[in-house]
């Protein structure tokens, strides 16, 4: 069959675009924009029901509080007791320093409800918590630090294994001469 010169095609023989084919020349129709709307429905009904993103934390994860050093005697040795508010996950309190220098080690009893105490690696911070680092119960063992003299404040760095290094200012006392201690606080 001899062949026809394109202009002389008739209508039949000119190519067909299918509905779907044209619909997706035109723009904001066909799949893609059925896409985005499905989209657009899906993490809006997240964000109403709470779920896109969690919950922002108030505060701090770690706050230090009621932190007290009694003055070393002779010895040079002293106690350091501060109440730690746990707002995140567990953690322990795996280091310490002080501003005036020093050793510091970790106290607890031997066991539970007992005043003979051991050095331990590490205090764990129960999640969501409340922790009084205080004489009967977990507490901080301070050697060799400077001077420390009643009525003046050091500042005392707790490092923690997940929540990492919070300061607190500490008041020294010394209640033999009419100063504060920890119980009477």
Do not use: W
């Not at 919950?55 to 040079?76: K, Y």
């Amino acid at each position: 069959m001899p062949r026809m010169p394109s202009s002389a095609r008739t209508p039949t023989s000119a190519p067909m675009r299918s509905p779907s084919a044209a619909a997706r020349g035109r723009r904001g129709s066909g799949p893609v924009r059925t896409a985005a709307a499905s989209l657009l429905a899906i993490l809006g009904t997240c964000l109403v029901a709470g779920c896109a993103v969690p919950e922002a934390q108030a505060g701090p994860v770690i706050q230090l509080s009621s932190a007290q050093i009694t003055e070393p005697g002779a010895s040079r040795v002293t106690d350091i007791y501060v109440d730690v508010q746990n707002n995140g996950a567990q953690t322990k309190l795996v280091a310490a320093s002080l501003s005036v220098g020093g050793q510091v080690t970790f106290r607890s009893p031997v066991r539970s409800g007992q005043v003979e105490m051991r050095t331990v690696p590490s205090i764990t911070i129960p999640a969501k918590s409340f922790v009084g680092l205080d004489p009967n119960a977990s507490h901080l063992l301070v050697t060799d630090a400077g001077p420390m003299k009643a009525g003046t404040e050091i500042t005392i760095t707790l490092v923690f294994a997940h929540a990492g290094a919070f300061s607190v200012a500490a008041m020294v006392t010394n209640p033999e001469s009419g100063g504060a201690s920890y119980f009477l606080n």
